[in-house]
């Protein structure tokens, strides 16, 4: 239990982090280790290690932190932007708009009417402040790269929830959320690819030409 | 026996077009493998139908569902009947493709007409036979969209997308209240499956409940007159022999599912009837005085098959009053007209949406006063519209005569009852001589101006008849139209058996159709009138020998043209300007004056008086209304995304414990 507290105060601190950096680069490895750190969680959490476990761990691991950002790393050079220049609000404002989410969160994520509460563990609290982080990445990043990194964030936090079903999901569902993921950013990453490609701009605001009058 | 000929038909139909999407668009065997499939479809399914009417037993599989309790599928002797002119048309109609929307010359939509031409029979075959609401909404569902499809076909055509879109937003509406009733049916009966309801199982409310949904529903479908603002559109849009099978056996869905659904609910009250018979009259009405004023072929057609469900309905309704007010004679003759006008209306108007479609094939426009004297390039078609004319007109001794014949019998029979019920339906016999009355009038216009006279443009002047895979199918539905005519006898064993079906009488009870109606009688009055028919035109053709040439409408002048001829709209003129009230033609002229006149010209237009004066400016002032609310619709993902957040945020803020909150900080 210390162990998972441990690991997920970081994932918070990490998302913290996240929302700080103008690098994209560097939301890149941060959310690298996010992803990594979150794939232990269902070691710690069964009792008895059995292949199944092990094997969605190592997938999650190797999905999270290492394909993944490596795609994205490519994309990144292909498109040769470095930092998120304009965000809606900046930096510092993010970040204090993140702890303050996190914050509220751990004070109210008792009151959430679950079946069982799991005891003294941060669970539902990191996953609620992780997915509001994610969407304030959403919402407040212009580049195309960095809504795929607010996404990959909102879906860690779900992640972090799936966690207090840990028990009752079988291998081929958390197999089959994995894979959606991996063709989500894959497929993403392409576009982006082509996009820069064809509009010399990753800025998603260029989107809103498409909207019908 | 007979369902499972039905179910072989069904699987045929479905598939017919698929075959040909694996073939290239080049090759022409994609239509004839469809063509071939629909037509052994539709002889299974012809043979099953007959075998269910002949042998009206109920058969019914039930097939397991876990979701939605078993479903049931049987073919009754309703089923049956509404099964014939589904896959009659189906397979008459795709023959007719052949020659009209020819692979070759259409390589673009054709594949596609097949594959949703097949979903469209198969689906509305389905839904004929369900017994069970869900599957009855799969079939209705298969059908309405398969008909969007087909009536969007050309989607190049601004206009036609148009109508599709109206077509696709009528339906939905349609559907959605298709769900509303059949919430109500299981909240009411306790499942989904369309068995009779007991005497008295239901309060009165809940049964009204039930019938307004249902009317709702199926009479957009069918297209009763407020709510039949998609059918003109839809119905000219479309190719002409998907105009036929919408008009003919589409419509028909909507008048089978009130059938169905009223023939399930016990002693209805008498308003449903009493309404049904307005419904009816008011369509039957105005349909045809909007047929008069329109200019275009098939929009005169369609407005026609409004007026046709008008006359359906008033059969209906007095089924529905003698149902109520205990009057079996009523229920017969209502129903034997309600029915039997299903099947003639499907024929006749099938035979004329042919007619017209060889029109436009021949000469490329559907505009009534730019075509004329085509009677001499296309005789075959020529005659075979000329018996649609005059079956749809009700004249003896074609089919349509037959059918509201037992509307007027009805009607009559009610007359003589004691009571002010009797006499105030009796008010239904002169409208519909008067809805009679005004199709004469505008069949002449059309016939007159279409095929009499002479070429007003040279595309019509240039005229050729159609292929023998479109004359085929019609010379097919014009014998039915003149079998039916002269020996109706042949049916009252069929609608003996269909309105015992709906009416849930017993054996005993039952009045048969013979006993009630002189038939015999009138097949043979019919076959003489036909006899003196022939003579006449045997006398005048052997003494006629000296011809005078001339144009047809040459009004005694020295030197006609063609121009000088009456034109469809002068002809209507009169009956046009008497309900210019509800018609409201539109139209300028530029007055001619002085020695020597500059060009002048003149136009008119009837607008549809729902779609064109309710739902558009409606629509349009629901728009500006809500104008502001585009401002939250930037397309801009972050802001979508933001409002995901916001809806989140709120939602988990109901769990911060204010009441607690408060308590604290007064205790302080």
Partial sequence: MEMLNALLVIVLVLNLFALGTSRILSVIHIVATQGALLGVIPLLLHEHL????????????????????????????????????????????????????????????????LAAHPVN?????ASISTVLVGFILLTTRFKALSQVLGYLVLENGIFIFGMLLVQAIPLVVEMGMFLDLFVGVFVISIITNHINQAFSSMDTRMLVSLKEE | MSLNLIIVALLFTAVSGLPGLMLSRASLWSQRIAVACMCLGSLAGLIGAGLGLYNPMTTAVSFPWPAMGDSLIGVDALSAFFLVPIFLMGGLGSIYGLGYWPQRRYPRTGKRLHVFWGGLVAGMALLVISKHAI????????????????????????????????????????????????????????????????????????????????????????????????????????????????SGVVLKMGIYGLLRILSLLPNPPATWGGLLLVLGAVSGLFGVVFALGQHDLKRLLAYHSVENIGIILMGMGLAMLGRSFNHPEWVVLGMAGCLLH????????????????????????????????????????????????????????????????????????????????????????????????????????VYGAVFLG?????????????????????????????????????????????????????????????????????????????????????????????????????????QPTSRMQYTASSFAQMIVSMFSWILRPRGGQQQVSGAFPKPAGMHTHVDDVVLDRVIVPGFHDLEQRFGWFRRFQQGLTQNYMLYILITVILMLSTLIPFKEIFAFLIAR
């Fill in chain 2, 342 to 445: 299903v099947w003639n209306h499907s024929f006749f108007k099938s035979l004329l949406f042919f007619g017209a479609g060889s029109v436009v094939h021949a000469t490329g426009t559907r505009q009534i006063d730019r075509l004329g004297g085509l009677a001499k390039p296309m005789p075959w078609t020529a005659a075979m519209f000329l018996v649609g004319a005059v079956a749809i007109c009700g004249l003896p001794p074609l089919n349509g005569f037959i059918s509201e014949w037992f509307v007027f019998l009805g009607f009559l029979r009610a007359g003589t009852t004691i009571g002010t019920s009797g006499s105030a339906v009796m008010i239904g016999a002169p409208i519909l001589a008067m809805i009679g009355a005004l199709a004469v009038a505008c069949f002449v216009k």
């Fill in chain 2, 135 to 246: 599957a009855f909404l799969f079939g209705w569902e298969a059908m309405a969209l398969s008909a969007f499809f087909l009536v969007s076909l050309e989607d190049h055509r601004p206009e036609c997308r148009k109508a599709g879109l109206i077509y696709l937003m009528a339906t939905h509406i349609g559907t959605l209240t298709l769900f509303g009733l059949f919430v109500c049916w299981r909240w009411a009966t306790g499942s989904y499956g369309l068995h009779p309801v007991a005497n008295d199982a239901l309060s009165l409310s809940v049964m009204n409940g039930i019938f307004f949904l249902a009317l709702l529903a199926f009479s957009l479908k069918a297209g009763v007159m407020p709510i039949h603002f998609w059918l003109p559109g839809a119905h000219t849009q479309a190719p002409s022999h998907v105009s036929a099978i919408l």
């Fill in chain 1, 50 to 113: 059995s292949l199944p476990v092990i094997l969605a761990a190592a997938a999650a691991i190797l999905l999270k932190g290492i394909v993944i950002p490596s795609i994205m790393i490519r994309s990144l050079r292909a498109a040769q932007i470095k930092r998120e220049v304009e965000p809606l609000i900046g930096l510092l404002p993010s970040v204090i708009l993140g702890a303050l989410a996190t914050a509220f969160v751990l004070l109210f994520s008792k009151q959430l009417p």
């Fill in chain 1, 121 to 125: 563990t941060l669970i539902v609290p």
């Fill in chain 2, 454 to 558: 002479t070429a007003r443009t040279s595309g019509a002047a240039h005229a050729h008849e159609a292929p023998f895979s479109m004359r085929g199918p019609m010379l097919f539905l014009a014998a039915a139209c003149a079998v039916i005519g002269l020996a109706p006898v042949l049916l009252s064993p069929i609608l003996d058996a269909v309105i015992a079906n709906f009416s849930g009488a017993t054996e005993a009870s039952r009045l048969s159709l013979t006993s009630v109606a002189p038939l015999k009688i009138i097949s043979a009055i019919s076959i003489w009138l036909l006899v003196c028919i022939l003579a006449l035109w045997l006398f005048l053709y052997l003494i006629g020998r000296v011809r005078h040439r001339g144009l047809t409408w040459d009004c005694g002048y020295a």
